[in-house]
């Protein structure tokens, strides 16, 4: 059974900073393409930043570009979130996602951490 596990949301004054951290189990990741979404309340999940197989390529959102950074490590199958210089509008619940059968599409999901940027 395939799992991916967020950690490390929780709340933080605008400007801060957060690691998030998705840790698989049941299946190892090194060659799917990662991502994360995060959902503000009443809105859409949006995508927030993806990762390549190798980590060599990388996406992101304009809205996070160059403050949040996505990563990977494969030998710990655990692919990361760091974000800098947090506003209020990234409020929201952030979740990790897997493109595992890789068809192209995200087709494994996390349960989800809760992010919350105090202005």
């Known amino acids: 059974q395939v799992q991916l596990v967020e950690s490390g949301g929780g709340l933080v004054q605008a400007g801060g900073s957060l690691r998030l951290s998705c840790a698989a189990s049941?299946?190892?990741?090194?060659?799917?393409?990662m991502g994360w979404f995060r959902q503000a309340p009443g809105k859409e999940r949006d995508f927030v930043a993806g990762?390549?197989?190798?980590?060599?390529?990388?996406y992101y959102a304009d809205s996070v570009k160059g403050r949040f950074t996505v990563s990977r490590d494969n030998a710990k199958n655990t692919v990361y979130l760091q974000m800098n210089s947090l506003k209020a509008e990234d409020t929201g619940v952030y979740y990790c996602a897997g493109d595992l059968g890789r068809s192209g599409k995200y087709d494994y999901w996390g349960q989800g951490t809760q992010v919350t940027v105090s202005s």
């Open positions: 049941g299946r190892t990741v090194s060659s799917s393409l």
């Open positions: 990762i390549g197989r190798s980590g060599g390529v990388t």
